[in-house]
C-alpha cells in the first residue's frame, strides 16, 4: 500500500505547520526541525510538494547571510535548508516576502506528531532521558553521616 493513501495531503501540510510553529519557541527544537525536514524531504520525493525558490534567511547564522528554500506543501509555505543543486536548479527570491502567508491551523502538537511519525515511518527510542537528580546554587548536600567522627581515630579519654 503506498504512503500516498494513508495521509491526505492536506492532513501533511497543517501537522508540518503544527510542528514548525512549536519549534520556534521549543526550548529544544532539533527534534521537531528534524522531522519537519524529513517529512518535507519525502513530499518532495514524491512529487507532492513542490520547491518555489530560494530566499535569503531572515535569521543570519553568525552574522553570515545564508539562503533557505521555500517549498510549497498544500496550501502551506515552509523553509528547509537547501541543497547544492537548489542552488544551480532555483530562482533566488531574494528577501521573505511576507505574501507566502499560512492559513491559521488548530491542531495539537501531539496529534501533529502521530500524523508525522506515521509518515515518515519514525519509532521513538523506547529509552526515556534520564531525570536530572535536583540541584541547587543555594543547596549545600549534607555531609552527615558521611564523616568520621570524631574526626581522627584516636580517642581521647
Do not use: C
Not at 34 to 62: D, N, T
Not at 73 to 102: C, M, S, W
Amino acid at each position: 500500500m503506498s504512503q500516498e493513501n494513508e495521509v491526505p495531503l492536506s492532513d501533511l501540510a497543517k501537522a508540518i505547520y503544527t510542528i514548525n510553529r512549536h519549534a520556534k519557541t521549543a526550548p529544544e527544537p532539533g527534534h521537531l526541525y528534524y522531522i519537519k525536514k524529513e517529512s518535507i524531504k519525502r513530499l518532495l520525493q514524491e512529487k507532492r510538494a513542490e520547491k518555489i525558490g530560494l530566499h535569503f534567511s531572515e535569521h543570519p547564522r553568525f552574522s553570515n547571510q545564508h539562503s533557505t528554500l521555500l517549498v510549497k506543501v498544500d496550501q502551506y509555505y515552509f523553509h528547509i535548508p537547501p541543497a547544492k543543486e537548489d542552488f544551480k536548479e532555483l530562482e533566488h527570491l531574494g528577501t521573505l516576502d511576507q505574501n507566502y502567508r499560512n492559513p491559521q491551523t488548530k491542531m495539537s502538537l501531539s496529534q501533529a506528531k502521530r500524523i508525522i511519525y506515521q509518515y515518515i515511518n519514525w519509532k521513538p527510542n523506547k529509552k526515556r532521558p534520564k531525570q536530572k537528580e535536583y540541584s541547587s546554587a543555594y543547596f549545600t548536600p549534607s555531609s552527615l553521616g558521611k564523616m568520621e567522627w570524631p574526626p581522627t581515630k584516636k580517642t581521647y579519654r
